[in-house]
């Protein structure tokens, strides 16, 4: 998908998950003002707060009125389960692929 098919909305997701992923955002971690991330992505307020929205339906940050938005408990948490199943689809998907390949090349060798 390229930058001009993602949503503004859905580029500050991203980026979120993102910094929370490579833990440059930690739990606890209190997120920039809608204001301030507004002037960073160069976006309206309101498409702050549905990026806002999106993020907290999924857990990763909650807000307090007044006192902003932060990273919850769970969001690393949540990152590093994700990664960790990922990868270990992948290593099965590698592990079906070189028993298929296995197979091929004995075939050849009969």
Known sequence: MSNEAVQPYQRIVQDVRDKIRSGGWTAGRKLPSTRELAEEYGVAAGTVQRALTELRAAGLIY????????????????????????????????????????????????
Not at 69 to 97: G, P, Y
């Open 63 to 110: 807000s307090h009125q007044g006192l902003g938005s932060f990273i919850t408990d769970t969001a690393t948490e949540t990152s590093n389960d994700s990664t960790a199943r990922a990868l270990k689809a992948l290593e099965e998907q590698v592990a079906d692929l070189a028993a298929r390949l296995e197979k091929i090349e004995k075939g050849r060798n009969d």
